[in-house]
């Protein structure tokens, strides 16, 4: 029998640029604009789906200009072939390019709406998932003083997110100071997990983390830098607090090593790390056959990136957590469809066909772009 068949006949991308309400800091640096792309790709059938990715110089190395111009390498090589051959496509992006995973996650999302679409699914239901849980996503506090993140935290708090989470990264003793000004003001009931972004080196991770055991902390992403992973077993041994991988868990293979040298007890799970769902899912399958839990997050995405996650997050029940904030975060919102936002953080995602996302053509017609 012979395989469906779904020629590529147009893609074209588009550079999304939306201002924050106000500067999002984490030990990286400052954040003003979420300088996205977007990805649509059109089949000679009519079916047309969306990706996006949000690119980060310092964790991926890629900007919304690198990716807007290996775009074009990949459009190239993509025209024509098979939408429905995602693991083919996959295969083709990596014989482009090495490396680029973020704009290839944009590339990726559009091929899964399509496929999703063409067999009559969500796009939740065509990778294995299913509507059984409440997805309720986290607020982040950027980096700050500890009276100022406070505030914000108190403010979170009135608004009724029930999880906070913390980006930290400076001085150790100041970071203790920042979550316990935090604490005392939202009480014990509300959920804090906190992120290093590779922030600490791993003598005052283990300082930091052992001070920060009393203050009920869920988990601390990436606390040393991504390239002293071989540091995170003994960090993890002395920690009180769980330790989850970010930056240092982009692939499969960096969860295999990561794995096998029970390096930490979690993963976050980023599409613009893993190139986009085809590799998450290897992640997800491997972390599963340890039980070990895991986060779906995101860089600085639209509600489109933030859909995807969504989708991704239905697929196993050990995805636990949730970090789809940002769109929140935006002066705009170009979105169509896609996820809303209900009460206390709920993140509430649709039954519609594929990723039940997109942008307007009146919008997408007046950014940057080009197409093939």
Not at 53 to 58: D, E, L, Y
Not at 290 to 307: D, L, P, Y
């Amino acid at each position: 029998m012979q395989s469906p068949y779904l020629s590529i006949e147009k893609i074209s991308v588009y550079q999304l640029s939306i201002p924050l309400k106000k500067p999002f800091i984490i030990s990286l640096g400052p954040i003003f604009t979420a300088d996205n792309i977007v990805v649509k790709i059109e089949t000679a059938s009519g079916i047309t789906g969306f990706g996006e990715c949000s690119p980060f110089m310092t964790i991926n190395g890629e900007s919304q200009q690198t990716c807007f111009e290996v775009a074009r390498y990949l459009a190239k090589g993509l025209k024509g072939k098979n939408a429905l051959d995602i693991s083919g496509s996959h295969a083709i992006m990596e014989k482009i390019i090495y490396g680029n995973s973020s704009i290839k996650s944009a590339f990726d999302i559009a091929l899964y709406d399509i496929s999703a679409r063409h067999a009559g699914l969500s796009l939740y239901e065509f990778i294995g998932g299913k509507k059984n849980k409440k997805i309720e996503t986290d607020y982040t506090i950027s980096l700050d003083t500890p009276g100022q993140m406070s505030d914000d935290a108190m403010h979170l708090k009135e608004e009724g997110f029930g999880i906070i989470k913390v980006k930290l990264g400076g001085k150790g003793e100041e970071d203790v100071d920042r979550i316990a000004a935090i604490r005392k003001v939202i009480g014990k009931k509300i959920k804090l997990r906190i992120d290093a972004n590779q922030g600490w080196d791993v003598d005052t991770a283990k300082k930091t983390l052992k001070a920060l055991g009393k203050f009920d902390i869920q988990y601390c992403e990436e606390p040393i830098p991504r390239w002293d992973y071989m540091q995170l077993r003994s960090l993890r041994k002395s920690s009180p607090v769980k330790i989850m991988a970010d930056e240092s868990c982009c692939n499969e293979h960096d969860a295999r090593r990561l794995i096998s040298l029970k390096a930490c007890d979690m993963f976050n799970l980023k599409l613009g790390k893993s190139s986009g769902i085809f590799r998450a899912l290897k992640i997800i399958e491997m972390a599963s056959k340890e039980k070990m839990k895991m986060q779906v997050g995101g860089f600085m995405e639209s509600r489109i990136g933030m859909t995807a996650n969504a989708h991704l997050s239905l697929v196993n029940k050990n995805i636990r957590y949730y970090d789809f904030d940002t769109p929140m975060m935006f002066t705009e919102d170009p979105v169509s469809g896609g996820i809303a936002y209900g009460k206390n953080g709920e993140v509430i995602l649709s039954d519609s066909l594929g990723l039940g996302a997109w942008v307007d053509d009146k919008i997408l017609n007046s950014l940057p772009s080009f197409s093939y």
